[in-house]
């Protein structure tokens, strides 16, 4: 089955935490459901159109998440701080809203009519419990957390669910060989971008307000900028892909025209003032690039598309949702 990984970026220079909401079985788990009108109480941490999300999914989802962060980054981990929050506080929250999305998804795929064949999620079940048994470690692990047969056979089938909705997206979205190279003429590949940062905001705004009256932006960057690299480069980022920047960023950058200049863009890291500079389309590039480069870069293209349309569908979804959260149920 495939992995699906979602990363909080704390520093691109020292920490990139991988939120791993899969273990061997799959990323999503399956939410209890009780009557049309379930009742709230300290064991709901979530409402979804009325279905109820109980704190047991949480936990069980928890801990496959709270095992690979300790395996790799040690305990010391969930007490560190971003913006005044702690690691664990933002990946409990995470783990509450994948849990959201995948109730959304399974109700939205009934809808659609779509089906699992159980002797798929028994196949699958049958691979993984073969290899389990094979781990005494990862065995125990199950064990000690309640992870039992039915857990993952509800992984299982929400993961089969998953792959389906995100099947009829792509399908939605016709992306074939012929609409993928036209798209790809224009597609923006690479962007150059100087950047202000300012941690606190009343100053970013006075910031920003020197640079909209004319201000040099490279000298404000190289005397003002909070970014440690600034004395090296003065707040020169050159060019860069997609996938590289943290998402308000990229999502900033990536949307200016050449010699625009952004809003204040916050990030973790504080406030942004960017600078787009320059941008390259893949038909730009494709002088300096074999065959092989072009092609896998209209690949990452197609994979983008997609990935945005998913995104797109999702909060789709969620806009026209009752959703109730009760974190203070995860404390």
Not at 61 to 66: A, D, P, R
Not at 226 to 234: G, L, T, W, Y
Not at 269 to 292: F, N, P, Q, S, W
Request: proline fraction near 1%; charge should be negative; glycine fraction near 4%.
């Amino acid at each position: 089955m495939r992995e699906m990984i979602f990363l909080i970026q704390i520093n691109k220079r020292s920490i990139s935490i991988a939120l791993i909401l899969i273990l061997v079985v799959g990323i999503l788990a399956a939410c209890d459901q009780a009557s049309d009108k379930p009742e709230i109480d300290e064991n709901t941490v979530a409402r979804v159109n009325g279905q109820v999300i109980d704190y047991d999914s949480f936990k069980k989802n928890f801990s496959i998440v709270e095992k690979r962060y300790n395996e790799w980054y040690t305990e010391n981990i969930w007490s560190q701080e971003i913006n005044g929050r702690t690691v664990l506080e933002i990946v409990k929250s995470q783990v509450l809203d994948k849990l959201v999305t995948e109730e959304l998804i399974k109700q939205e795929g009934d809808k659609e009519g779509i089906t699992i064949d159980q002797a798929k999620v028994d196949e699958t079940y049958n691979s993984f419990k073969e290899r389990l048994d094979e781990d005494e470690a990862l065995k125990t692990f199950y064990e000690e957390n309640n992870l039992d047969e039915e857990f993952v056979r509800k992984q299982i089938k929400m993961e089969l669910i998953v792959a389906e909705y995100e099947k009829s997206v792509i399908e939605e979205l016709a992306l074939d060989e012929e609409k993928l190279e036209e798209i790809s003429k224009d597609y923006i590949v690479q962007v150059s971008a100087r950047h202000i940062l300012i941690k606190d905001e009343t100053a970013a705004k006075e910031m920003l307000e020197r640079v909209k009256s004319g201000e040099d932006f490279t000298t404000l960057a190289k005397e003002y900028s909070e970014d440690p690299s600034v004395a090296d480069n003065d707040g020169d980022m050159g060019y860069f892909p997609r996938g590289v920047m943290v998402p308000e960023f990229e999502e900033a950058a990536f949307t200016l025209d050449v010699g625009q200049i952004s809003e204040l863009v916050k990030t973790d890291y504080g406030y942004h003032i960017i600078r787009v500079d320059g941008k390259k389309t893949l038909e730009d590039l494709k002088a300096e690039m074999t065959e092989e480069q072009i092609a896998g870069e209209k690949e990452s293209i197609r994979t983008k598309l997609i990935q945005d349309e998913f995104i797109g569908k999702i909060e789709e979804l969620k806009s026209k949702a009752n959703i109730e959260t009760f974190e203070e149920n995860i404390k």
